[in-house]
């Protein structure tokens, strides 16, 4: 079962397989989304500074029955600290709305501040200092790894160039018909897992009708497919719901996808566009 399986990451830390998301999940909601959770076997949550809701995605872990050292728990670095002291701050900050004495992963949320998302501008002098303050944080023991999100090829080689301690993991937007190839081959090849954030696409691939047609061969949902497809190309798939029923849905996933149809996924036309979420940086 996925929920059992793990992943090392290059420090030799092993992270579940499968995650939970926790975007746009607020409040209470979120507490009991990451309870739900536990209880029915996820070990890894995922949550940002930028989310709102790391106080409230601790209280679950501290309330969910589970052993702390059982939970892996992610957050991220806000975009917007690209100085030394704002991140150390910034980390410490997490430490406190969270309650807790460590935090198993955080990665920089963006290579770029989100209103300077696409631009020219790489922040690379911002970047090396954020990642100087997760350094500090790591052999403190705050942190137990530390990563990237949304970071391109040059952005990663302008970390690796200076780090003392190497980046695990590259959160990426990766799914069915938006698979970034060259970065995942990039990332892997520099011994850095690659998560894949949104993927179903933030609910645009329920409306491709060869997408449905595959998972109704397999007998499976579209998350499942979805998920499945991650998995099979080593990614981290990191599916967010505050749902009980879809999240013991995106869990079942054993089943394996033939080499053919896998290859119809991979090379199936970009989505245009991702709906309401296309207002946010990422999706555009």
Same mark, same amino acid.
């Given at each position: 079962?996925?929920?059992?399986?793990?992943?090392?990451?290059?420090?030799?830390?092993?992270?579940?397989?499968?995650?939970?998301?926790?975007?746009?999940?607020?409040?209470?909601?979120?507490?009991?989304?990451?309870?739900?959770?536990?209880?029915?076997?996820?070990?890894?949550?995922?949550?940002?500074?930028?989310?709102?809701?790391?106080?409230? *995605?601790?209280?679950?872990?501290?309330?969910?029955? *589970?052993?702390?050292?059982?939970?892996?728990?992610?957050?991220?670095?806000?975009?917007?600290?690209?100085?030394?002291?704002?991140?150390?701050?910034?980390?410490?900050?997490?430490?406190?709305?969270?309650?807790?004495?460590?935090?198993?992963?955080?990665?920089?949320?963006?290579?770029?501040?989100?209103?300077?998302?696409?631009?020219?501008?790489?922040?690379?002098?911002?970047?090396?200092?954020?990642?100087?303050?997760?350094?500090?944080?790591?052999?403190?023991?705050?942190?137990?790894?530390?990563?990237?999100?949304?970071?391109?090829?040059?952005?990663?080689?302008?970390?690796?160039?200076?780090?003392?301690?190497?980046? *695990?993991?590259?959160?990426?937007?990766?799914?069915?018909?938006?698979?970034?190839?060259?970065?995942?081959?990039?990332?892997?090849?520099?011994?850095?897992?690659?998560?894949?954030?949104? #993927?179903?696409?933030?609910?645009?691939?329920?409306?491709?009708?060869?997408?449905?047609?595959?998972?109704?061969?397999?007998?499976?949902?579209?998350?499942?497919?979805?998920?499945?497809?991650?998995?099979?190309?080593?990614?981290? #798939?990191?599916?967010?719901?505050?749902? #009980?029923?879809?999240?013991?849905?995106?869990?079942?996933?054993?089943?394996?996808?033939?080499?053919?149809?896998?290859?119809?996924?991979?090379?199936?036309?970009?989505?245009?566009?991702?709906?309401?979420?296309?207002?946010?940086?990422?999706?555009?």
């Amino acid at each position: 079962m996925v929920l059992q399986d793990t992943y090392t990451l290059s420090n030799g830390i092993k992270i579940p397989k499968l995650g939970l998301g926790t975007w746009m999940i607020e409040g209470d909601a979120a507490e009991q989304a990451v309870k739900d959770a536990a209880g029915m076997g996820y070990r890894h949550i995922d949550t940002a500074q930028d989310y709102g809701n790391e106080a409230e *995605v601790a209280a679950g872990i501290k309330s969910c029955g *589970v052993g702390r050292d059982e939970m892996f728990l992610t957050t991220k670095l806000a975009a917007q600290y690209k100085d030394y002291k704002g991140a150390v701050e910034a980390i410490d900050g997490s430490l406190a709305r969270m309650g807790l004495d460590y935090i198993d992963l955080m990665i920089i949320h963006s290579p770029q501040p989100w209103g300077s998302y696409g631009s020219e501008d790489r922040f690379l002098e911002g970047n090396r200092e954020a990642w100087r303050a997760l350094e500090e944080a790591h052999d403190a023991g705050k942190i137990r790894a530390i990563g990237l999100s949304n970071f391109t090829q040059q952005d990663i080689d302008n970390i690796l160039a200076s780090c003392s301690v190497k980046p *695990v993991v590259n959160q990426i937007l990766a799914h069915v018909s938006n698979t970034p190839w060259e970065l995942i081959q990039y990332s892997q090849d520099k011994g850095i897992l690659v998560e894949a954030y949104s #993927p179903m696409g933030h609910g645009e691939l329920f409306k491709n009708e060869q997408i449905a047609e595959t998972a109704s061969k397999y007998g499976v949902s579209v998350p499942q497919l979805c998920i499945r497809y991650d998995l099979q190309l080593g990614l981290l #798939p990191l599916p967010k719901t505050a749902n #009980p029923q879809h999240m013991q849905n995106n869990a079942d996933v054993d089943f394996v996808i033939a080499d053919a149809d896998m290859d119809v996924l991979k090379n199936m036309q970009p989505i245009e566009h991702y709906g309401d979420a296309s207002v946010f940086p990422v999706f555009q």
